[in-house]
């Protein structure tokens, strides 16, 4: 196998997000990281996920816009390939767009193996697009409302009641702002790799949401998938 599907010596995601939360660490303060923190170990203990579609399930079919507003269909795109889709909370989290970027680093690769990277959020298709041009992003980012499309796929949870409580106390109301909605739901950190029947063939669910599917193990999966 070629030499340039293999992302070694580069940091992993999950280095780079650990080295973002440190950095954090050291800005914000004491207060405001206990809230967050307290949400994340909420998550850790939680069965959240639990009903996450796994490998040798059908992966749920959907139709939703894009950052255009045009209609990209889930079936469509598998008569093509294999699918990376991925989900995220929204231009907001910092965490959200190193991912992306990440993924973005490794489109080549990915399209090289036959397959396509889909990311979905709960965003507006003009927030999803505002994101798609500062990111410099050339896969299809689109828009799920109200997460019914992630909550098919069982990647669903209602945010912690004081980072609501924080969050409106000063002064952001981010379901209203990027949304659309008043409902203060959000997806997991999630990835599904469909093949082309429609098969999901590996499946990552992170209940901590600086976690994702690292980008060298997409496209481990794409390889061993292309040689069975």
Same mark, same amino acid.
């Given at each position: !196998? ?21 950095? #954090? ?32 399930? !059908? ?38 767009? =190193? ?30 697009? #505002? !994101? ?35 969050? =409106? ?16 739901? =959000? ?42």
């Amino acid at each position: !196998m070629e030499t340039k599907n293999d992302l070694k010596g580069l940091s992993s995601f999950k280095e780079q997000a650990q080295q973002m939360t440190e950095n #954090s660490k050291n800005k914000t303060p004491d207060e405001i990281l206990s809230i967050f923190n307290e949400e994340r170990q909420e998550l850790a203990l939680s069965e959240i996920g639990k009903n996450a579609k796994q490998p040798g399930s !059908m992966a749920p079919q959907f139709v939703l816009p894009n950052a255009s507003s045009k209609p990209v269909s889930l079936k469509e795109s598998l008569t093509y390939g294999n699918v990376v889709l991925t989900f995220y909370r929204g231009a907001w989290c910092p965490y959200c767009n =190193l991912l992306l970027k990440m993924y973005q680093d490794i489109l080549p690769q990915i399209k090289s193996l036959g397959a396509s990277l889909i990311a979905v959020s709960p965003m507006t298709p003009d927030n999803s697009l #505002s !994101m798609k041009e500062k990111q410099s992003l050339q896969f299809e980012v689109l828009s799920d409302n109200e997460n019914t499309i992630a909550r098919q796929y069982g990647v669903v949870y209602n945010v912690n009641k004081k980072v609501i409580d924080f969050t =409106l106390k000063s002064g952001l109301n981010t379901p209203a702002v990027y949304n659309g909605t008043d409902k203060w739901e =959000l997806p997991l950190a999630s990835t599904f790799i469909i093949n082309r029947k429609g098969v999901i063939i590996s499946t990552f669910v992170g209940k901590d949401y600086a976690e994702g599917m690292e980008p060298q193990k997409i496209l481990d999966i794409l390889k061993q998938d292309s040689i069975i």
